[in-house]
């Protein structure tokens, strides 16, 4: 019994010892802000959990039916009680009740905050006026209001063959709301309004009273999954209303900005420095220069900025720690240079870069970067250094009291992510090297003086290595999860060009600086910055374009993404320094979750029972068509990818969509008809998804459309298969799911066979007085018992032959050329006789006739009847049982409920004894 005692003893002794080895046993050091940062953050997040989302008058409620206010009102009691009962804690000696409560007091304080930054607005916000359908028309209005952000231009349109619609240049600004014009007076208003102004900027600055007549508007909800939501960025900013306006004439200046303001210095100062940098770099690197230096991104060519995007460096765009180091470290040095007093030399580096972050328009970034500097040049005056997690906490404090929703933000996230790295790395290869023992010294002193220089190269470089690999490493699942890429490249390409970059902010900073003094050095010192940036943007360029440096993909799944955090913070707090500081612990436990994220993703599919529904999912994109298809087995065709206007909205709609649905490769691309609004995202997804052929009508070759010829030069220098179908064609996109080609036939009816009007592909021409809208391709789309009609733009004769020639029934028709009165509705729905009907747009004036006359003549009714337009995307999923539609409203798929939601099982279909490319059996099942 006593020796298996001490056999009990040795071994619980021995796992100790073991433990003490790998666990951390020292008490953690003290970083009492930390734990407030933490409780503020998780307070922010906890209200916005709990709030609603509400459409109108800021009163809206939780999903529970609590009243917003109800809610911020409770959470301040919560506080106070938290409080109180801290206070008790402490006068009964309960130190770790008392130090709970107070964490609890924090979080409550800090949740009432974002909850009435979030949720609580005045009653007469100018939004409030405004039509909050994403769908509805803007409505005229007159307010007299002040500038609070100048105006700026956005982003210049480039000339592309691939847009459908002429889009000019715009400006953008925010004003405070004072006045809106009611009827014939003029009554109190407040809110903040984003004024979009077409053509140039206007000749104003902060501070300016002005009167503005435009269309009022609310911003756009997310009308897809995974798409941007502007009226979530809206609320979270506080500014709910935009007013477009077509001129500058529209805009009158009130009254020019108080004498004492010095928001117009500020103004000045930004457009005189943009200015100064255009003049003495090249035009086409001018905007990079301007980007880096001042944070102006407007006229950035979009490229550019995707190459930043996939190689991993787009923080040098943005104006962040980086930026605001470089120049602190600089204003020092030279402060001490010049025998400025070590005090003084400090409040210059904290006014400078006060005056930095507020002429780069204080984003987040730059602001965590400001706040740093202001307490390490604190903490330098006083000698008292805080160590850097503490500050780096206070600050973090500090931006989301300014800003509470700051904690959903992706930038605010990486910003301090990345800076709590490198806290973090710096400190493990500082505790990892320490102080190099007499021996090293004596050996280092015997070394000749450029191999000291090499080596000491070498290390640096090495160390810029390993703490850009760390940042990369942890931040690699949030930037996948909120941009949907991977950039391995950024390795590299972080370590080839910090040097580039430290040199081009240096000769711009003496460009701007010599330029009120001497134009031929701030020529001089202009063309340096010239030759520098020329270097990164080589190197950007080289780095987009290497075959794996990036990978565009769906995003990781939720749990995986926060598991990875948590974890990491759990590494942290667990394991002793020791382990810490060694780059093993980090490889193993990085290469343990992507373990667990591969096995889950395999069970996952092995437990997938087999053969799903069929699944249909149209985008929202406006005036144009993107449909996605997922068949039984999961294979991807997509029909159709474009709108009217810029094809970067319809890309980024599908691009969410496609994500969402966990798709990395289209099997099947079709394009309906050589009309740009079908087809002119085409070019951008292909940049982001494998795609594994091209499926066009043999007339769409024959397109004399510059943007037709763009792409199919594209899609040959990608090595992608491009088919040509005709009516009577078939394809299966897997076992399970059959596609047959219902149109075009190929060859005009009317046509003289005798004319030599032969296609590439030997088919007749057809007429080309014929619209492209006549040559869509028509497609039946059958799975899992039911199918699905792809009609395109098809319209006029073509159509009317096409139902006289007796179509199949369908369980879902898209209605041709969205839903116009072009697309014959009554006579297609009693043709097909379709259970839900999809319409691509905005309906147009006439939506509510071709609504009805779809839903007479259909066999689900009016209410079965539904449009993308205004009012989100339309999923429907159809097995052998039922057919079910939802719609993508306010962030989530929400179940459309028709006054009949019973679906009749399905029958056999009538086959037509004529027309090509019909058949008599049934759907495929």
């Known amino acids: 019994m006593a020796e298996g005692k001490a056999r009990v003893v040795a071994a619980v002794g021995h796992w100790r010892r073991l433990a003490g080895r790998h666990v951390r046993t020292e008490p953690l050091p003290s970083r009492p802000l930390v734990l407030v940062a933490a409780c503020v953050a998780a307070g922010c997040v906890l209200a916005r959990v709990?709030?609603?989302?509400?459409?109108?008058?800021?009163?809206?409620?939780?999903?529970?039916?609590?009243?917003?206010?109800?809610?911020?009102?409770?959470?301040?009691?919560?506080?106070?009680?938290?409080?109180?009962?801290?206070?008790?804690?402490?006068?009964?000696?309960?130190?770790?009740?008392?130090?709970?409560?107070?964490?609890?007091?924090?979080?409550c304080t800090a949740a009432a905050w974002s909850a009435a930054r979030f949720d609580l607005f005045p009653a007469d916000d100018l939004a409030w006026q405004l039509p909050p359908d994403a769908a509805a028309m803007p409505v005229p209005v007159a307010v007299v209001g002040v500038v609070v952000e100048a105006p700026r231009p956005l982003p210049s349109p480039v000339a592309d063959p691939r847009q459908a619609a002429a889009i000019g240049s715009s400006s953008e600004f925010i004003f405070a709301v004072e006045r809106l014009r009611d009827g014939g007076c003029w009554r109190d208003a407040s809110g903040r309004a984003a004024v979009i102004v077409d053509g140039d900027p206007p000749a104003m600055h902060v501070g300016s009273r002005v009167c503005v007549f435009g269309r009022g508007l609310r911003p756009t909800p997310a009308l897809n999954p995974g798409e941007f939501d502007f009226r979530l960025r809206a609320r979270t900013s506080r500014c709910l209303s935009i007013i477009r306006v077509h001129s500058v004439a529209c805009i009158r200046t009130l009254a020019p900005p108080p004498w004492w303001t010095i928001g117009p210095w500020i103004d000045r100062v930004r457009t005189w420095g943009v200015r100064v940098l255009h003049d003495h770099v090249s035009p086409a690197r001018a905007p990079l220069a301007a980007a880096l230096l001042l944070g102006s991104r407007e006229s950035l060519p979009r490229q550019d900025a995707d190459d930043f995007l996939v190689t991993g460096t787009v923080h040098i765009l943005s104006i962040s720690g980086l930026h605001v180091g470089l120049l602190a470290y600089a204003l020092f040095r030279l402060c001490r240079w010049l025998l400025v007093p070590r005090g003084w030399s400090l409040v210059t580096v904290a006014a400078c870069t006060a005056a930095y972050m507020l002429l780069v328009?204080?984003?987040?970034?730059?602001?965590?970067?400001?706040?740093?500097?202001?307490?390490?040049?604190?903490?330098?005056?006083?000698?008292?250094?805080?160590?850097?997690?503490?500050?780096?906490?206070?600050?973090?404090?500090?931006?989301?009291?300014?800003?509470?929703?700051?904690?959903?933000?992706?930038?605010?996230?990486?910003?301090?992510?990345?800076?709590?790295?490198?806290?973090?790395?710096s400190t493990a290869l500082t505790r990892t090297n320490g102080e190099p023992d007499p021996i090293e010294r004596l050996i280092d002193r015997s070394r000749s003086p450029v191999e000291r220089v090499i080596r000491r190269l070498a290390w640096n470089v090495w160390v810029l290595f390993v703490t850009g690999a760390a940042v990369w490493a942890v931040s690699a699942p949030l930037v996948a999860a909120r941009f949907h890429v991977l950039s391995p490249i950024g390795l590299v390409l972080n370590v080839l060009i910090a040097p580039f970059v430290a040199l081009a902010m240096g000769w711009g900073t003496a460009c701007l600086a010599a330029a009120p003094l001497s134009p031929a050095i701030a020529g001089a010192c202009g063309a340096a910055c010239d030759v520098t940036l020329a270097c990164i943007g080589w190197l950007v360029s080289w780095a987009a374009a290497v075959p794996?440096?990036?990978?565009?993909?769906?995003?990781?799944?939720?749990?995986?993404?926060?598991?990875?955090?948590?974890?990491?913070?759990t590494v942290c707090l667990v394991l002793p320094p020791a382990r810490l500081a060694r780059a093993g612990t980090w490889g193993g436990v990085g290469m343990a979750w992507i373990v667990v994220g591969l096995v889950a993703g395999g069970?996952?599919?092995?437990?997938?029972?087999?053969?799903?529904?069929?699944?249909?999912?149209?985008?929202?994109?406006?005036?144009?068509?993107?449909i996605v298809v997922r068949s039984?087995?999961?294979?991807?065709?997509?029909?159709?990818?474009?709108?009217?206007?810029?094809?970067?909205?319809?890309?980024?709609?599908?691009?969410?969509?496609?994500?969402?649905?966990?798709?990395?490769?289209?099997?099947?691309?079709?394009?309906?008809?050589?009309?740009?609004?079908?087809?002119?995202?085409?070019?951008?997804?292909?940049?982001r998804f494998a795609v594994g052929e091209v499926v066009v009508a043999a007339d769409f070759l024959e397109s004399g459309?510059?943007?037709?010829?763009?792409?199919?030069?594209?899609?040959?220098?990608?090595g992608i298969p491009l088919r040509t179908v005709r009516a009577g064609d078939e394809f299966a996109v897997d076992p399970h799911c059959r596609v047959r080609v219902l149109h075009p036939d190929g060859d005009d009816p009317d046509a003289d066979p005798n004319d030599g009007k032969a296609t590439r592909t030997g088919h007749r021409r057809l007429d080309p007085a014929v619209a492209d809208n006549e040559r869509s391709i028509v497609l039946a789309v059958e799975a899992a018992g039911r199918r699905l009609l792809l009609t395109g733009d098809l319209e006029g004769d073509a159509l009317a032959r096409f139902v006289a020639a007796g179509p199949e029934t369908c369980d879902v028709l898209?209605?041709?050329?969205?839903?116009?009165?072009?697309?014959?509705?009554?006579?297609?729905?009693?043709a097909t006789a379709p259970t839900w009907?999809?319409?691509s747009g905005q309906g147009g004036a006439a939506w509510p006739e071709v609504r009805a006359a779809y839903g007479a003549a259909s066999v689900g009714g009016p209410g079965r009847v539904l449009k993308t337009g205004g009012a989100g995307a339309i999923a429907v999923e159809a097995d052998a049982a039922t057919v079910l539609a939802h719609q993508f409203r306010a962030g989530r798929w929400r179940p459309v409920t028709p006054p009949s939601p019973v679906t009749p099982p399905p029958q056999e279909r009538p086959a037509s004894a004529s027309g090509p490319g019909r058949r008599r059996s049934g759907p495929a099942g």
């Not at 092995?606 to 929202?620: E, I, N, Q």
């Not at 008809?673 to 292909?686: T, Y």
């Open 50 to 107: 709990l709030s609603a989302m509400p459409e109108s008058h800021g009163a809206g409620t939780v999903d529970g039916g609590w009243p917003v206010t109800s809610l911020v009102v409770g959470w301040w009691f919560g506080a106070m009680a938290a409080l109180a009962f801290w206070a008790g804690c402490l006068r009964h000696g309960r130190p770790w009740a008392a130090a709970l409560s107070l964490a609890a007091s924090i979080m």
């Open 361 to 425: 328009r204080a984003e987040t970034p730059v602001v965590r970067a400001t706040l740093l500097v202001w307490l390490a040049c604190l903490g330098a005056a006083t000698g008292r250094r805080s160590p850097a997690v503490n500050a780096l906490a206070a600050a973090a404090v500090v931006v989301l009291a300014c800003r509470p929703g700051e904690v959903f933000a992706a930038g605010a996230q990486l910003s301090f992510m990345s800076t709590a790295v490198l806290v973090a790395v």
């Open 814 to 830: 898209v209605a041709p050329h969205h839903g116009s009165r072009s697309s014959l509705p009554p006579d297609i729905a009693r």
């Open 603 to 626: 069970l996952g599919r092995l437990m997938d029972p087999g053969p799903g529904p069929l699944r249909v999912v149209m985008a929202a994109v406006g005036h144009g068509s993107g």
């Open 705 to 718: 459309s510059p943007a037709v010829a763009d792409l199919l030069q594209r899609i040959a220098d990608q």
């Open 548 to 569: 794996g440096g990036h990978a565009w993909l769906a995003a990781p799944a939720w749990w995986w993404v926060v598991g990875w955090y948590v974890l990491l913070a």
């Open 632 to 687: 039984p087995s999961g294979r991807c065709l997509l029909y159709d990818a474009g709108r009217l206007g810029a094809p970067a909205a319809a890309r980024r709609a599908l691009a969410g969509v496609l994500w969402s649905e966990g798709v990395w490769r289209i099997d099947t691309l079709v394009i309906s008809h050589a009309d740009a609004d079908h087809f002119n995202a085409v070019p951008q997804l292909l940049e």
């Open 837 to 839: 009907v999809l319409v």
